[in-house]
């Protein structure tokens, strides 16, 4: 892969001695690249990324790999509060929700799997942990959003996905919104009580992730039998997954 360089001032030292075990994916949520791309080699914004892949499936290099990028900012996954220190950043050209979100280009999205497939063979990042900016700040972002081709991306081994035809859980336990909520927790997300005023935009980010149908519906944020069945088959994946991306990496 041929990259274009463009080094940003912007990032400084893996804190702890942390190692990159996360792959955070982004949408840059600007007019154009340049905007975007102008932003994040600008010192007084200090936002940055390791990597931007544009439309046409051009990969710029802003930040090495073994630094700390400015990309993920307040956010939380399983625990980790300082996901910079604790990730790769890519971000994606998309106009983004605010000034015209539309799908991604193909040249694109087989320029960031060649880029994505690179970076998980060099880390240790589990398939539970290639995420989208949502995921980790879900009270603050939409992106990548629900356009985003996760599906296709776990078909080629990057992220995790679940078989399909998921049938909604038809006992009453299993559509108790505390169940979903536990699920949650256990992929990853912070862990809230449904009745918690960040519950419906936590909820909305898994679905933007795993079931975006139901974003612009009247089931987005909200503890649907299908977001609870989704979730169950989402964290059932996420640990066969991980079960055997360990097995591979120990040959």
Do not use: C
Not at 19 to 39: E, K, Q, S
Not at 88 to 111: C, L, S, T
Request: hydrophobic share 45%; no cysteine.
């Amino acid at each position: 892969m041929r990259f274009i360089e463009s080094p940003s001032p912007n990032f400084g030292e893996r804190r702890d001695g942390a190692p990159a075990d996360m792959l955070v994916l982004h949408y840059t949520g600007m007019p154009t690249a340049a905007a975007a791309l102008a932003r994040m080699m600008d010192p007084a914004a200090e936002v940055s990324a390791h990597y931007m892949v544009d439309e046409s499936g051009g990969v710029y290099a802003l930040v090495a790999e073994e630094k700390r990028a400015w990309h993920a900012g307040q956010s939380y996954w399983a625990g980790a509060s300082d996901i910079n220190s604790r990730s790769i950043g890519i971000e994606i050209v998309n106009p983004g929700h605010e000034f015209g979100y539309r799908d991604f280009a193909e040249p694109q999205i087989a320029a960031l799997e060649e880029l994505s497939l690179a970076i998980l063979a060099r880390h240790p990042i589990a398939p539970s942990r290639v995420l989208g900016h949502s995921d980790v700040a879900p009270d603050r972002k939409l992106d990548p959003g629900e356009r985003f081709p996760w599906r296709r991306l776990a078909a080629k081994g990057i992220g995790v996905w679940f078989a399909g035809g998921v049938a909604p859980p038809t006992e009453p336990m299993a559509q108790d919104p505390r169940r979903l909520m536990r699920h949650l927790a256990e992929i990853g997300y912070r862990g809230v009580a449904p009745d918690d005023p960040a519950a419906p935009k936590l909820i909305a980010a898994f679905q933007r992730h795993w079931l975006p149908q139901a974003i612009g519906t009247e089931g987005e944020g909200r503890a649907t039998p299908e977001t609870i069945a989704a979730a169950f088959e989402i964290l059932a994946a996420m640990r066969g997954a991980d079960l055997a991306n360990a097995r591979v990496s120990k040959g």
